[in-house]
């Protein structure tokens, strides 16, 4: 498998979502969408053309990232877990995947998606 290349962000901030397209940009990928709730990150889903995602896993509203992280698994689509808490802020059945811990940084970014292809 190679790198993935095409990124949906999941991030309730706006300006942590524009560092991450940065970040990815010049990481030389690609974001596939930006979404900023369940709702519309599973849309984009929907959508196809993604490689891999970054997932908050504390969205606003007290909304949780894990239906999000149910539809990439059955699409079998990588996903990194972006979070500021501890490791138990992460579901059981998700605690194998890649963690990002805020705060965010270029190596930080870089190392997640490495460890996803």
Known sequence: MTAPQRVLIVEDEPLIAMMLEDFLDIL??????SADCVADALARIEDGGIDAAILDVNLRGGEKSWP????????DIPFVLATGGSGDAVEPRHRSRPVLAKPFTMDGVEKALAELG
């Open 28 to 33: 030389g990928k690609s974001v596939a969408g």
């Open 68 to 75: 999000i992280a149910d539809a990439l698994e059955a699409a």
